[in-house]
């Protein structure tokens, strides 16, 4: 079938269509056997290592408990519930030669020197179908190619210019077992294969889908840009850089998955994944369970990175850009040293008696202060340097008590034997207890709340107008995603605290060399849930990070996410056109400490799959106020439908909840009502009873996300709320696939159109 036959199916051919997902349903209906097979495989495996358990001895206990382990992950792999679970096909021209992959796919790129003949008719050699999980048949022929084997990579890569050897690129869409649809792209129009196209191509598709509350994974439509950062080497550091719509969050999930397929025991370490807000990691934590991948990638906000703190306030903009600085470095090291007296309160002894060779040996405060001084001049955390104080404290003590040998080793037992009495009095534990307390970073975090306290630790640090902006946010009921870094940079600076002494051995165990044995359902007991907090537990560093929406992170938040990779390969994604941090030149010099001398590898995004071109359009005029000469991701579809302009009145409330409740009827899926951070709660209750399909979000909540619709409330509020403000109102722009309301208020000096004053394209 040449190129016209092509195009007429494209046209028409509603029999060619349902011809076309038959013959997919039948390779799918195959696939679902093979894998009903597989289950019965695993669970037999399960049966059989269970029964080895009764062998008794320690080595039949560990590998039963490995073989149930491994034949456990299988099975819950091949239980999983996947939507579309087969979702690609790619038909193939032979290639220049015949050698064979693992997953039993030819290895060749380019075509055969004669496998296109000189009628421009050609055969077709090898078809392959693109899923989630890779499947063989019992001869080891692929049923199913994994999306992450380089088998699949044509399948992303192959363009119309650049075809190599694929024919006709085809997405399947399936729910459950059964096929929905199919859409194709011919790359190789000019040839006559005998293939039939059906269509309108698959992006166009995809993209054309109602959005949900979660994040949908792009495997079945990543583009050849993309594909090339997912598959890119993990080794030292991948920077990528795109405009809004550009699938970077989706991009950074998808190479995780693909990290952990090509070489799973190196990132057994795991892989974290860093997003800027609550919302953005429940917008997408579902991507990597519907990749065939779990339990390895932890995704978490970057106000959750301190285990059992979760930010759930927010700061005013000058307050943020206090905690964020780097300033608060030194801040924090002086409060550290200063609440040991703090901590030690009141009651704390002033002087140190103890009773040594029949005699009172007593250190002064004034002593007592000498000792601490130099305690501290040490680099350690301020809970490590306990014992060097101790020591100094005996130190002082011996020389006090006037004795003297000319016999060294005489000198040497009579002062240990001196340290042993006096370190195992209580009253010098007691007093040590009390001298130098254990500090915890909640605490010294909360010593801050006190505007004088804080003023003395900040002097000729911070401004009085600054001093008094923290403590007060401080003694707030709960926490900011800037706190949480305080925190962090104040456990470093404080060290842990002394851990409990173990439990001694049981003689049964060194008899047996057996310290414990746990069965793999053991391990799991407790979901989903108990194995992500585990995980975070067991964690402090991993071996890859990924960092979403870096633009956004503050100089101390760099320092406390670097902390979680010191020997870590990196995956950096952001935009700075999108950053709602003021400084960025430190911020730059925080990330290129964190990530030290390590190579970077650059990659940037240019298409916005997102927006459609009228929505991008009217964003690229704010982004020239905000970042001048910086170029917008080119739109890749146009809808004609212009964005909606109008003029609040005198009942905010009431035009708000109208010009939502109008786009909830004009789309299928969700509806975004973005507004400045200060009135989140007033429009969350202007929304009540609408509905679940639309959500009211603060104008730094809408990192990452899409809806259907966006509702932007008042541009000037948003732009006026920091000195980032034009770019987070692009960012709020930016969010809709299909449809863009702006309701503008007083101070946005809405034309007679009812255009903001920033919407205004420039003369």
């Not at 994994?146 to 869409?173: E, K, L, N």
């Not at 792009?218 to 050849?224: N, T």
């Not at 998808?254 to 090509?262: D, E, G, P």
Request: hydrophobic share 40%; charged share 30%; glycine share 8%.
């Amino acid at each position: 079938m040449g190129a016209q036959t092509a195009v007429q199916d494209r046209q028409g051919g509603g029999g060619v269509r349902e011809q076309e997902i038959a013959v997919e349903q039948q390779h799918l209906d195959r696939v679902y056997r093979r894998l009903e097979e597989k289950i019965h495989e695993a669970e037999f495996l399960m049966s059989d290592a269970a029964k080895k358990g009764q062998a008794g001895t320690p080595g039949a206990l560990a590998e039963r408990d490995a073989q149930v382990f491994r034949a456990g992950v299988h099975l819950n792999r091949l239980n999983s519930e996947f939507e579309d679970f087969l979702f690609g096909r790619i038909d193939l021209l032979r290639g220049k030669d015949g050698k064979k992959g693992v997953d039993g796919a030819f290895t060749s790129v380019d075509p055969a020197d004669d496998a296109i003949r000189d009628d421009a008719t050609a055969d077709i050699a090898e078809t392959l179908h693109i899923g989630r999980i890779g499947v063989l048949d019992t001869d080891y022929a692929p049923l199913v190619i994994d999306w992450r084997a380089p088998a699949a990579a044509p399948f992303y890569r192959s363009t119309p210019v650049a075809p190599g050897r694929v024919v006709r690129r085809r997405v399947i869409r399936s729910k459950g077992r059964r096929v929905l649809g199919v859409e194709d792209d011919l790359l190789r129009p000019e040839l006559t294969t005998g293939l039939p196209v059906v269509g309108d191509g698959a992006l166009m598709a995809a993209l054309g889908q109602a959005r949900t509350h979660t994040m949908r994974d792009i495997v079945s439509s990543i583009q050849a840009e993309q594909d090339m950062v997912i598959r890119a080497p993990a080794a030292s550091v991948t920077e990528v850089t795109g405009g809004p719509g550009t699938g970077k969050t989706a991009v950074a999930l998808h190479r995780a998955a693909y990290l952990l397929y090509q070489d799973r025991r190196r990132y057994s370490g795991g892989i974290l994944c860093v997003s800027p807000t609550p919302l953005l990691v429940a917008y997408t934590e579902g991507v990597l369970p519907s990749l065939g991948e779990e339990g390895q990638v932890a995704i978490r906000a970057v106000g959750s990175l301190v285990d059992g703190v979760s930010a759930d306030l927010y700061d005013e903009p000058a307050t943020a850009r206090v905690k964020g600085s780097l300033r608060m470095q030194k801040v924090l090291r002086n409060a550290a040293r200063g609440c040991l007296d703090l901590a030690a309160g009141p009651d704390a002894p002033a002087t140190l008696r103890v009773v040594a060779f029949g005699r009172r040996v007593e250190l002064s405060a004034g002593e007592l202060a000498d000792v601490r001084h130099t305690a501290l001049s040490g680099t350690a955390p301020v809970n490590l340097l306990r014992p060097r104080a101790r020591r100094l404290l005996l130190d002082t003590l011996w020389r006090k008590t006037g004795r003297r040998f000319d016999d060294a080793e005489l000198a040497a037992e009579e002062r240990q034997g001196f340290d042993e009495d006096i370190s195992t009095e209580q009253d010098f534990i007691d007093f040590l207890d009390a001298w130098w307390p254990v500090l915890e970073p909640r605490r010294v975090l909360a010593a801050l709340a006190d505007e004088k306290r804080l003023a003395r630790w900040a002097r000729r640090v911070l401004t009085p107008p600054e001093v008094r902006r923290v403590a007060r946010s401080l003694r707030r009921d709960g926490a900011t995603a800037h706190d949480v870094a305080l925190l962090d940079e104040l456990e470093m600076l404080l060290g842990p605290a002394p851990r409990p002494k173990r439990r001694e051995a049981d003689p049964l165990d060194q008899l047996t060399g057996l310290d414990e044995v746990t069965t793999y359902a053991d391990r799991m007991s407790g979901g989903r849930r108990g194995r992500s907090e585990r995980l975070d537990e067991e964690r402090t560093e991993y071996a890859h990070v990924i960092v979403d929406e870096a633009q956004d992170l503050t100089p101390m938040q760099w320092r406390m996410v670097g902390r979680r990779g010191r020997t870590a390969t990196w995956t950096i994604v952001g935009d700075p056109a999108q950053s709602s941090w003021s400084d960025v030149e430190e911020a730059a010099r925080a990330r290129d400490e964190a990530l030290g001398s390590r190579p970077r590898r650059r990659f940037t995004l240019t298409v916005n799959y997102r927006n459609p071109a009228e929505i991008a359009e009217v964003a690229s005029t704010v982004l020239a106020l905000a970042m001048p000469g910086m170029e917008s991701p080119r739109a890749v579809r146009s809808t004609g439908i212009l964005p909606r302009y109008e003029v609040a009145g005198a009942d905010l409330a009431a035009d708000v909840r109208a010009a939502a409740a109008r786009l909830l009827s004009e789309v299928d899926g969700t509806v975004g009502v973005v507004v400045a951070m200060n009135r989140r709660a007033q429009a969350r209750g202007w929304l009540e009873g609408l509905g679940e399909r639309v959500v009211a979000l603060g104008s730094l909540e809408a990192k990452g996300l899409e809806y259907d619709a966006t509702l932007v409330v008042s541009p000037a509020e948003i732009a006026e709320e920091s000195p980032a403000g034009l770019r987070v109102l692009y960012v709020a722009l930016t969010r809709a696939t299909q449809r863009l309301t702006v309701l503008a208020g007083d101070r946005d000096a809405p034309d007679a159109s009812g255009v903001p004053d920033l919407l205004r394209p420039l003369a």
